[in-house]
């Protein structure tokens, strides 16, 4: 168990929906990272933020977003979901140097229908 | 622009029997970070070592050992007598400490699926 949570566990929703994803980061950790695994992709980097505020973008559509929160949750907006959102969305969370050692959720299954 | 590279897409092995996944990374950095994760049929990624620039020794940790060579800039991963436990994908990954050169992410290769049967 790494210490990171991740709610729900898996997700099916139809296409233009929008769903949230929520994150809790390992007690003490002040980076969130989220990430999208699908087939094709592979593991992709999306967005981080570190103690509120976000630091990093990777290839974060425009209909997805992010936010944490003080008591540092996180939270995963994608909005006007297509077929090619289907994936596994990890949570990671780190320390706070860009190099610490990411700890990773179990994981979100999101199937868009 | 950083790069991970595991070329071996799928290796299938009998129990017991070493197995070696490749992991051969590219940077212009000087001081990075390289990882192993494990991702098992239930989906998790469980992390599993973590390697500095500088510290070119070989860990070894039970039937796990790791080569790091930055001569040929590879990190690679051997499993001693395996078991039917290891198979999993396996990841290794990439991220530097460029002093504000940008926001370092980790980078992933595209995994090696390691099958392990009895």
């Known amino acids: 168990d790494s210490g990171v949570t991740q709610t729900p566990k898996h997700l099916i929703t139809a296409t233009g929906q929008r769903v949230t994803l929520r994150c809790s980061p390992r007690?003490?950790?002040?980076?969130v990272y989220w990430y999208q695994q699908s087939l094709d992709q592979g593991l992709q980097f999306l967005i981080q933020?570190?103690?509120?505020?976000?630091?990093a973008k990777g290839n974060i559509l425009e209909r997805f977003s992010a936010q944490q929160f003080p008591d540092l949750h996180s939270e995963l907006n994608l909005s006007s979901l297509e077929l090619g959102d289907s994936a596994l969305y990890f949570c990671?969370?780190?320390?706070?140097?860009?190099?610490?050692?990411?700890?990773f959720g179990p994981g979100t299954r999101l199937t868009v229908l | 622009a950083q790069k991970v590279t595991q070329a071996q897409t799928e290796i299938s092995v009998v129990e017991k029997e070493d197995v070696t996944l490749d992991c051969v990374y590219e940077?212009?950095?000087?001081?990075?970070?390289l990882f192993w994760y494990k991702q098992p049929p239930s989906g998790e990624l469980v992390f599993l070592i973590r390697?500095?620039?500088?510290?070119?020794q070989n860990e070894i940790s039970g039937r796990y050992s790791w080569n790091f060579q930055k001569s040929t800039s590879s990190f690679n991963f051997t499993i001693t007598a395996s078991q039917v436990v290891d198979s999993a994908v396996y990841f290794c990954?990439?991220?530097?400490?460029?002093?504000?050169?940008?926001?370092?992410?980790?980078?992933f290769g595209k995994g090696t699926m390691l099958l392990v049967s009895p």
């Open positions: 990954a990439l991220t530097t400490a460029e002093a504000d050169s940008g926001y370092s992410t980790l980078t």
């Open positions: 007690s003490g950790d002040l980076s």
């Open positions: 990671a969370s780190s320390a706070w140097r860009r190099t610490d050692t990411q700890y």
């Open positions: 933020y570190y103690n509120g505020e976000e630091r």
């Open positions: 940077t212009r950095d000087t001081t990075y970070y």
């Open positions: 390697r500095n620039s500088f510290d070119e």
